[in-house]
Each structure stands twice: as C-alpha cells, then as structure tokens.
C-alpha cells in the first residue's frame, strides 16, 4: 500500500507561479511512474506531467515549456512547478503512483487561476 499526499494548491492571479508537492509513504526509486493529473468538473482527468523511476519526463501539450516536474528521491517527493498560470489551468491536481500491480491517488489539490 502506497499513500500519497499533495500540498502546495492555491490561488493565484494569472501569469503566477505555484510548486505543488506530493510525498510517498514509501520510497518512490520503487515506484515506476510518478505523474500529476488535473480534472475540472465534467471532465475527465487528465495527464498534466509524469517522471518514470529512470528520470524519463512526459508533458501534456499544453504545460509545455511552462510546467516543470522533477523529484528528490531522498525525500520521496515529486515536484510540480507550475509557472505562466493561465485561468484553464484551474483543476483539482491529483498525484499518481503508478506501481506495477495497480495505481495510488492522494486526495487532490485545488489550484485555482484568477484573471
């Protein structure tokens, strides 16, 4: 069992920054993909940005060149720093633990853009 916990959501005007944090309860050089993902409602969630285990990053098209994710294995935390805010970035943010028996999910974090 793996739990994952997100903090760092917000409000912020557009064109502002924000870093999202998400821990693992356990070592995450075990885990295999760690990813952040977006929903708004009635919509579906969405792959914002991901890191694989051997450091190998995947952004959604429309994050590019604005979103950054890294991780810092010692502290078994995954980053999301999000610069060049737009109001279509608002979304609760979930962070994912992609292992190979099945997925963890934290409980969201709500980032919210104001013009």
């Known amino acids: 069992q793996v739990q994952v916990v997100e903090s760092g959501g917000g409000l912020v005007q557009a064109g502002g920054s924000l870093r999202l944090s998400c821990t693992a309860s356990?070592?995450?050089?075990?885990?295999?993909?760690m990813g952040w993902y977006r929903q708004t409602p009635g919509k579906q969630r969405e792959l914002v940005a991901s890191?694989?285990?051997?450091?190998?990053?995947n952004y959604a098209n429309s994050v590019k060149g604005r979103f950054t994710i890294s991780r810092d294995n010692a502290k078994n935390t995954v980053y999301l720093q999000m610069n060049s805010l737009k109001p279509e970035d608002t979304a609760v943010y979930y962070c994912?633990?992609?292992?190979?028996?099945?997925?963890?999910w934290g409980q969201g974090t709500q980032v919210t853009v104001s013009l």
């Open positions: 994912n633990a992609k292992t190979i028996w099945t997925d963890y």
């Open positions: 356990t070592s995450i050089v075990t885990i295999g993909v």
């Open positions: 890191i694989t285990s051997r450091g190998t990053i």
